[in-house]
């Protein structure tokens, strides 16, 4: 199963994972933000439902996906977008998205400063 860890990271902490990843050290299927407010700016409500449901789905149609949530295509297409330029969707061929993940995992602790 292919699992993809959304997690909040520092710039220092990306900048160490990117030394390691250059030095031959795996670093997973992650993708981090730099605030909370930053995951869910870009991941809304109707963001996740789009993910879940292209979860395990393979390569999609935005007409297709707009189908599957109920949602009016260019809304859709507009959350496509979005998700393609911050790197959480790929483009699989010239009208195909998809979601190369079998599951999500969350990991991140909100504490006092």
Do not use: C, Y
């Amino acid at each position: 199963m292919r699992t993809v860890t959304l997690t909040l990271s520092s710039r220092e902490e990306t900048n160490q994972r990117f030394l390691q990843a250059f030095e031959g050290e795996s670093q997973g299927n992650l993708l981090t933000f730099d605030s909370p407010s930053l995951l869910f700016t870009l991941l809304t409500a109707e963001r996740w439902g789009l993910l879940k449901m292209m979860t395990g789905a393979g390569a999609i149609t935005v007409r297709e996906a707009a189908e599957r949530v109920e949602k009016d295509i260019q809304a859709v297409q507009d959350d496509v977008d979005a998700l393609l330029q911050a790197g959480i969707l790929r483009n699989k061929n010239d009208d195909e998205v998809e979601f190369p993940f079998d599951a999500v995992h969350v990991d991140f602790m909100l504490k006092a400063a």
